[in-house]
């Protein structure tokens, strides 16, 4: 009875992930060139989540798992949700960069992830990230008022991202819970974000 929790805050992040991947991947192939490339990369950090899902349910039922588990909850935490974050704020401003730009977004992210990795500061960087990436979910949502859709998702979202950072990233029940429920939340700002993808008059 005490592996269920772990099984339904797993399959649940494996479910809602997994949709939201599919979600956004549909959004991909009907936006413009110029937003695809924000897109991949939020793709890629809703593919992370829904694999660290996958990783846990399959611990929780007694499937070793080894260290891809660490490794997913890591990458999600410091290269996903960073990705999904920056990807809802361009499109909140209408920022339109490049696919080498957010290449080198996403190079960027990958050095410091294997440097805080290599030098044993994985949690506090963890931490870092995922409060940030909270508060610019929130901004993006609320900078597109008054579409109140995209600020509550936004907002709530935000504060998902919140309780993920401060339970910490170690397969805890709360934090899974709280990723499986931010996961549908982003991919549903990035949908209302792109039906509203100008620049802003003062961006």
Same mark, same amino acid.
């Given at each position: 009875?005490?592996a269920?929790?772990q !099984?339904?805050a797993? =399959?649940? +992040? /494996?479910?809602?992930a *997994?949709?939201s991947t599919l /979600?956004?991947?549909? +959004?991909?192939?009907?936006?413009?060139?110029?937003e695809?490339?924000?897109?991949?990369?939020?793709?890629?950090g809703?593919?992370?989540?829904?694999?660290?899902g996958?990783?846990?349910?399959a611990? %929780?039922?007694?499937i070793? $798992? *080894?260290? /891809?588990?660490?490794?997913?909850?890591?990458?999600?935490?410091?290269? &996903?949700? @960073?990705?999904?974050a920056l990807a809802?704020? /361009?499109s909140?401003? &209408?920022?339109?960069w %490049?696919?080498? $730009?957010?290449?080198?977004?996403?190079? *960027? +992210?990958? #050095?410091?992830?294997?440097? #805080?990795?290599?030098?044993g500061?994985?949690? @506090?960087y963890?931490l &870092?990230? %995922?409060?940030?990436?909270?508060l610019? !979910? $929130?901004? =993006? &949502?609320?900078?597109r008022?008054?579409?109140?859709? =995209?600020?509550?998702?936004?907002?709530? *979202?935000?504060l998902?991202?919140?309780?993920?950072?401060?339970?910490? @990233?170690?397969?805890? !029940?709360?934090a899974?819970?709280?990723?499986a429920? #931010?996961?549908?939340?982003?991919?549903?700002?990035?949908?209302?974000l792109?039906?509203? #993808?100008?620049?802003?008059?003062?961006?």
């Amino acid at each position: 009875m005490s592996a269920l929790p772990q !099984v339904l805050a797993a =399959a649940a +992040l /494996a479910l809602t992930a *997994g949709a939201s991947t599919l /979600a956004v991947g549909c +959004l991909r192939r009907q936006a413009g060139e110029a937003e695809r490339p924000a897109l991949f990369c939020a793709l890629l950090g809703l593919g992370l989540a829904t694999a660290l899902g996958a990783c846990r349910l399959a611990s %929780s039922i007694g499937i070793a $798992t *080894g260290a /891809a588990q660490v490794w997913f909850e890591q990458a999600t935490l410091q290269l &996903g949700v @960073p990705l999904i974050a920056l990807a809802c704020l /361009a499109s909140a401003r &209408g920022w339109h960069w %490049s696919g080498p $730009t957010w290449g080198r977004l996403l190079l *960027g +992210l990958c #050095a410091f992830f294997e440097l #805080a990795r290599q030098f044993g500061a994985s949690e @506090p960087y963890a931490l &870092g990230l %995922s409060l940030l990436s909270a508060l610019l !979910v $929130t901004y =993006a &949502g609320l900078v597109r008022w008054p579409d109140r859709h =995209a600020a509550l998702a936004g907002a709530l *979202g935000g504060l998902l991202l919140l309780a993920v950072a401060w339970a910490g @990233p170690h397969g805890d !029940v709360a934090a899974t819970f709280a990723l499986a429920l #931010a996961a549908p939340l982003l991919a549903l700002l990035l949908r209302r974000l792109g039906r509203s #993808a100008e620049p802003l008059a003062n961006g």
